[in-house]
């Protein structure tokens, strides 16, 4: 159980009944006009890029039935995950940079701010599951097929989902009950809730301490679990007696483990210590990084190091090479 800030004064508790502010100013990356312009130019192709990487990741898992084993749904279902994850912030994202006022209002600021930790979450309770998954495929060769079913792969994806849907909205609750009396302008590109705590008309360190609780848990759980799971995968590996086969199970498990890097690493960057530690530039920079750049990498890491991956989507290309010349 989480305590969410001290007991409020009379005066903060009445300050705190009326939110003068109806809408945030999502500052972005303030520069000039043309600077703006070329942004919007280069996000915009990121983006585009984003959406048909993981699409087409989506496309060869559904269309190939080879591909339907429990780490290709994982697969594709990450793919979902990260389409999902760069429509909560780069539209609006592409949207301010065009856009003269820039704003969103409180409403809006705050699904945002519980669609991309929702999503976020669900990411890193998704990457343990694929790392298991990748530990009985090694460990357990003889049992996998019996323990990892299909069935058992959707419902354990689907729990990933509806955990990390019911442990963000505490949190959100208590800071979107702040009072936010003006000034308005969130320096930064998404609503984060280091920025909007900043915000807040009176000081909420028990929120701000309960939320970096809340993440150190759920990101050194998640993370121990992975690397108690590789661990456990690198003894195997090692006792396999042909260099082949150990090359085989290195490239299998090396794709997650760049993903896993990638996405840790900048997170645990911004979310371990209190929020209010970072200076802007820093989480302008680093959240830039895991929600726009890691989802246009991760098909590259998986398709590029995968072989039945890159055999399907030749497949795709095809098909539609052959429907287009019809």
């Known amino acids: 159980m989480f305590v969410f800030g001290p007991q409020r004064s009379l005066e903060d508790m009445n300050v705190s009944r009326v939110n003068t502010v109806t809408e945030f100013i999502l500052l972005s990356f303030p520069c000039s006009r043309e600077v703006q312009i070329l942004l919007f130019m280069l996000f915009s192709v990121m983006y585009i890029l984003t959406l048909m990487g993981n699409g087409a990741i989506i496309c060869a898992v559904k269309l190939d039935h080879r591909l339907h084993t429990p780490m290709y749904i994982l697969l594709a279902n990450f793919s979902f995950l990260e389409i999902c994850y760069i429509n909560t912030t780069v539209p609006k994202m592409l949207e301010n940079f065009l856009s003269q006022t820039k704003s969103i209002s409180f409403t ?44 058992l792969c959707m419902n354990l994806v689907a729990l990933c989902w509806v955990i ?68 456990l995968v690198l003894r195997a590996v090692l006792r396999v007696p042909s260099a082949a086969g150990r090359r ?24 371990i210590s209190p929020s209010s530690g970072n200076p802007a530039g820093t989480q302008k920079i680093v959240t830039l990084f895991y929600s726009s ?21 030749r497949k795709i290309q095809m098909c539609t090479k052959i429907s287009q010349g019809e």
Do not use: W
């Open 108 to 151: 809006a600021c705050f699904l945002q701010f519980y669609f991309f930790f929702s999503m976020g979450t669900t990411e890193t309770f998704l990457l343990p599951l694929m790392a298991f998954d990748r530990y009985l495929a090694i460990c357990q060769p003889l049992h996998y097929p019996i323990i990892m079913t299909n069935h």
């Open 164 to 231: 990390a849907f019911f442990c963000c909205p505490v949190p959100i609750y208590f800071i979107a009950q702040l009072p936010f009396c003006g000034p308005n302008t969130i320096d930064h590109f998404v609503c984060d809730p280091g920025p909007l705590l900043a915000l807040s008309c009176i000081p909420a360190p028990g929120i701000e301490l309960s939320c970096s609780i809340l993440n150190s848990l759920i990101i050194f759980i998640t993370l121990f679990l992975i690397l108690g799971s590789y661990t």
């Open 248 to 271: 085989k199970a290195f490239s299998t498990c090396g794709s997650h483990l760049g993903v896993v890097s990638l996405f840790y690493g900048t997170v645990m960057v911004m979310y």
């Open 293 to 313: 750049v890691t989802p246009l990498v991760n098909p590259l890491i998986y398709s590029l190091r995968n072989k039945d991956m890159k055999v399907a989507l």
